[in-house]
């Protein structure tokens, strides 16, 4: 019984752990709410089997044992409230950072221009990007019509505002452009 709770949080731990791969994460969650949906009922039944033994125990008078199914019982309850709770936050976790379809795309990823400049896009509209990991300054996006991301930030570090346009075409191919009828700069994934 401790091995499933073990699996099943270890599940859940990777699912909190794995921001950076927004598909993965919700494939755990599927998968972890499939084992947690197909598991309760069995451990249900056992916690009650367990306090039928236990009142069984406590009206033969045979206390040591029936403090030891009570033992029993407080370790799984315990469990899995614990799991219970865990599992709340990151669904929590999950729903507050829910991404439209396309953004799987490019949320908590880096793309480079030719040139070297890198754009890491971050949830909610924001980002950062750099050249070479040097002159690190603020972006804000936006997707719009048609799927495309409209950034907004600093050419550089004088303050001077731009905006950039995106097309992400799937998770290896993507472009940029200086304007939205100009997206034709292929972009590269930078693997982590």
Same mark, same amino acid.
């Given at each position: 019984?401790? *091995? /499933?709770?073990?699996?099943?949080? /270890?599940?859940?731990?990777?699912?909190?752990?794995?921001?950076? /791969?927004?598909?993965?994460?919700?494939?755990?969650?599927?998968?972890?709410?499939?084992?947690?949906?197909?598991?309760?009922?069995?451990?249900? #039944?056992?916690? /009650?089997?367990?306090?039928?033994?236990? !009142?069984?125990?406590?009206?033969?008078?045979?206390?040591?044992?029936?403090? #030891?199914?009570?033992?029993?019982?407080?370790?799984?309850?315990?469990?899995?409230?614990?799991?219970?709770?865990?599992?709340?936050?990151?669904?929590?976790?999950?729903?507050?950072?829910?991404?439209?379809?396309?953004?799987?795309?490019?949320?908590?990823?880096?793309?480079?221009?030719? #040139?070297?400049?890198?754009?890491?896009?971050?949830?909610?509209?924001?980002?950062?990007?750099?050249?070479?990991?040097? !002159?690190?300054? *603020?972006? #804000?996006?936006?997707?719009?019509?048609?799927?495309?991301?409209?950034?907004?930030?600093?050419?550089?570090?004088?303050?001077?505002?731009?905006?950039?346009?995106?097309?992400?075409?799937?998770?290896?191919?993507?472009?940029?452009?200086?304007?939205?009828? !100009?997206?034709?700069?292929?972009? *590269?994934?930078?693997?982590?």
């Amino acid at each position: 019984m401790k *091995s /499933a709770f073990s699996l099943v949080f /270890a599940l859940l731990f990777v699912v909190h752990l794995s921001a950076e /791969a927004p598909e993965l994460d919700k494939l755990r969650i599927i998968y972890e709410t499939a084992i947690e949906r197909t598991n309760r009922p069995i451990i249900l #039944s056992y916690l /009650a089997q367990l306090e039928r033994q236990r !009142d069984a125990y406590a009206r033969a008078t045979n206390l040591d044992a029936a403090n #030891s199914t009570q033992a029993e019982i407080d370790a799984i309850k315990k469990e899995l409230a614990e799991l219970d709770m865990f599992k709340a936050n990151i669904e929590r976790a999950q729903i507050t950072r829910e991404l439209k379809p396309n953004e799987v795309l490019f949320v908590n990823l880096s793309w480079r221009t030719p #040139s070297g400049t890198s754009f890491h896009f971050l949830p909610a509209g924001k980002g950062h990007r750099s050249f070479g990991g040097a !002159d690190k300054t *603020s972006i #804000s996006w936006v997707t719009r019509a048609g799927g495309v991301v409209e950034v907004t930030g600093n050419a550089s570090k004088n303050g001077e505002r731009t905006k950039w346009f995106f097309r992400f075409l799937n998770g290896s191919e993507a472009y940029y452009g200086p304007a939205r009828n !100009d997206i034709n700069l292929k972009l *590269s994934k930078e693997e982590k």
